[in-house]
T-cell receptor, first 111, second 112 residues
Framework: NAGVTQTPKFQVLKTGQSMTLQCAQD?????MYWYRQDPGMGLRLIYY???????DKGEVPNGYNVSRLNKREFSLRLESAAPSQTSVYFC??????????FGSGTRLTVV | QKEVEQNSGPLSVPEGAIASLNCTYS??????FFWYRQYSGKSPELIMF????GDKEDGRFTAQLNKASQYVSLLIRDSQPSDSATYLC????????????FGGGTRVLVKP
């Protein structure tokens, strides 16, 4: 099925551990995004990639790094997890502002 | 000041009534406006988008945009229990490219 696939769906980390969230899309979209969602905060943009080979910071980039591996894949890395990074993470892809497709999300808990 | 503001709710409406949701935004350069619906534990799904001042209708949903007053609203007519969800307002601007900026969402509860 066409769409955006995120892995893992759930993850528990200890403070200071690192991990990479994976995202892949098969819609041939140029742009990809990572958002985090906290209660009452809506979605906040962490990083985005307007096209293959480019990445830019969003609203809340501190503590994260990204890699646009190819046109399909956009990964998000937490180098040293902190409790403040407990959140639900959504990856999305688009070609236009009206065709955003979101992945199913990753629920991350940092203890 | 947040760029996109919504009342967090919950907005409680009886089944069959009209639910009215409001959203204000601070960037006068914002060009495109979106309403997403998000069920608990699920990802957002696009309901409507609107680019020009005025009303846009799609089934039971009507989006209204007033750029002079910097607000966009969503009306849900004949509300159903299945409309119970969080509704997210999002905007893009000329400077932001395709990046969406979201409000905090309004939780809607439709009571049978």
């Amino acid at each position: 099925n066409a769409g955006v696939t995120q892995t893992p769906k759930f993850q528990v980390l200890k403070t200071g551990q690192s991990m990479t969230l994976q995202c892949a899309q098969d819609m041939n979209h140029n742009s990809m995004y990572w958002y985090r969602q906290d209660p009452g905060m809506g979605l906040r943009l962490i990083y985005y990639s307007a096209s293959e080979g480019t990445t830019d910071k969003g609203e809340v980039p501190n503590g994260y790094n990204v890699s646009r591996l190819n046109k399909r894949e956009f990964s998000l890395r937490l180098e040293s997890a902190a409790p403040s990074q407990t959140s639900v993470y959504f990856c999305a892809s688009s070609d236009r502002d009206s065709d955003y497709t979101f992945g199913s999300g990753t629920r991350l808990t940092v203890v | 000041q947040k760029e996109v503001e919504q009342n967090s709710g919950p907005l409680s409406v009886p089944e069959g009534a009209i639910a009215s949701l409001n959203c204000t935004y601070s960037d006068r350069g914002s060009q495109s406006f979106f309403w997403y619906r998000q069920y608990s534990g699920k990802s957002p799904e696009l309901i409507m988008f609107i680019y020009s001042n005025g009303d846009k209708e799609d089934g039971r949903f009507t989006a209204q945009l007033n750029k002079a007053s910097q607000y966009v609203s969503l009306l849900i007519r004949d509300s159903q229990p299945s409309d119970s969800a969080t509704y997210l307002c999002a905007v893009t601007g000329k400077a932001a490219g395709n990046k969406l900026t979201f409000g905090g969402g309004t939780r809607v509860l439709v009571k049978p």
